[in-house]
Structures are given as structure tokens and as C-alpha cells.
């Protein structure tokens, strides 16, 4: 199932609509709490979109899922 949202996640990325990816992508990071594919894709998608105060809240949570990949989410 989560293959399923990044997929669909990088998807509407894909076609320029990060607002849909950013909402799919926070959702798969509420689902699988401990995966951090979501939080990486949700920090981009809301970055793409110019949200920039999500942005920065999915970074945090990709920096607490990933904390030996922590440089990658700075």
C-alpha cells in the first residue's frame, strides 16, 4: 500500500500538482509512521508548492525518521 501513495505521490509531482502530491504524501506519513520515504516526499512536494512552513515541518520528520541521513534532510 504505501508503494501505492509514493507512487501516485511522485506521480502528481510529475505533472506539476505538488498541492495533490503534498496531501497524498502527508497522509502515507500518517499511516506508516516509521517509513521515510513519505516525510521525503511530502518535504518536497510542499516545497515544489511554495509551502514553505510544511516544507519545513516534513523535514523535521524526515530528520527524525532518517537521523543517519539527517544531512539529506537539511
Given at each position: 500500500?504505501?508503494?501505492?501513495?509514493?507512487?501516485?505521490?511522485?506521480?502528481?509531482?510529475?505533472?506539476?500538482?505538488?498541492?495533490?502530491?503534498?496531501?497524498?504524501?502527508?497522509?502515507?506519513?500518517?499511516?506508516?509512521?516509521?517509513a521515510?520515504?513519505?516525510?521525503?516526499?511530502?518535504?518536497?512536494?510542499?516545497?515544489?508548492?511554495?509551502?514553505?512552513?510544511?516544507?519545513?515541518?516534513?523535514?523535521?520528520?524526515?530528520?527524525?525518521?532518517?537521523?543517519?541521513?539527517?544531512?539529506?534532510?537539511?
Amino acid at each position: 500500500y504505501l508503494l501505492l501513495e509514493t507512487q501516485l505521490v511522485r506521480i502528481y509531482s510529475a505533472l506539476n500538482r505538488h498541492s495533490d502530491a503534498a496531501e497524498i504524501a502527508a497522509r502515507a506519513m500518517q499511516k506508516f509512521p516509521d517509513a521515510v520515504e513519505p516525510a521525503v516526499l511530502a518535504a518536497q512536494a510542499y516545497a515544489a508548492a511554495g509551502n514553505w512552513t510544511e516544507a519545513l515541518s516534513a523535514s523535521q520528520e524526515w530528520r527524525r525518521r532518517a537521523p543517519l541521513a539527517a544531512q539529506s534532510a537539511d
